[in-house]
T-cell receptor, first 112, second 114 residues
């Protein structure tokens, strides 16, 4: 049972372009939605997170858009750079719980 | 500051052998998580502890897997006996110990069971 569905599996973008990764969830009890970034040979690291009381959160070139009614959220990377090439995971957790459910990941390649 | 430290970084062993993975969480963090990452299943939570007490072990695949946290600065994940299907990257993560806090991951142990 996959509680958080992530797409696409892989994404290739040219330098300077916009990368968009989408996630969907079913459990309405989820109330915390982080994105993690993982480089080869390293563990995932928190990139940005959002709670459902806001529809958008921006940190530098990274933006999370959240659609509560559609139960979807997405990560936008503006002005994508080769250094952004990594695997990105969306995740979700229920209120009061530390337990994260991860999407399957998206491998992003930014070509120079 | 030191992050989460895992050892060994790589482990290759034969089927049937006992495997012990080790983790030192970030000092001051009260929660510790063990994850397994494979291409097929992605990143799966195996078990997590809060204040050294196991809170949720529903992700532990079977009785061959066990985890302990004898004190706030050390945890082990043990597989006995190991099987080829256990081959994966195992991550340990720690956090401050309440919801909506970042989980800080170690660099993982790449386990190969022959």
């Amino acid at each position: 049972q996959q509680q958080v569905k992530q797409s696409p599996q892989s994404l290739i973008v040219q330098k300077g372009g916009i990368s968009i990764i989408n996630c969907a969830y079913e459990n309405t009890a989820f109330d915390y939605f982080p994105w993690y970034q993982q480089f080869p040979g390293k563990g995932p690291a928190l990139l940005i997170a959002i709670r459902p009381d806001v529809s958008e959160k921006k940190e530098g070139r990274f933006t999370i858009s959240f659609n509560k009614s559609a139960k979807q959220f997405s990560l936008h990377i503006m002005d994508s750079q080769p250094g952004d090439s990594a695997t990105y995971f969306c995740a979700a957790s229920k209120g009061g719980s530390e337990k994260l459910v991860f999407g399957k990941g998206t491998k992003l390649t930014v070509n120079p | 500051d030191a992050g989460v430290i895992q050892s060994p970084r790589h482990e290759v062993t034969e089927m049937g052998q006992e495997v012990t993975l080790r983790c030192k969480p970030i000092s001051g963090h009260n929660s510790l998580f063990w994850y397994r990452q494979t291409m097929m299943r992605g990143l799966e939570l195996l078990i997590y502890f809060n204040n050294n007490v196991p809170i949720d072990d529903s992700g532990m695949p079977e009785d061959r897997f066990s985890a302990k946290m004898p004190n706030a600065s050390f945890s082990t994940l043990k597989i006995q006996p190991s099987e080829p299907r256990d081959s994966a990257v195992y991550f340990c993560a720690s956090s401050l110990g309440y919801s909506n806090q970042p989980q800080h991951f170690g660099d993982g142990t790449r386990l190969s069971i022959l």
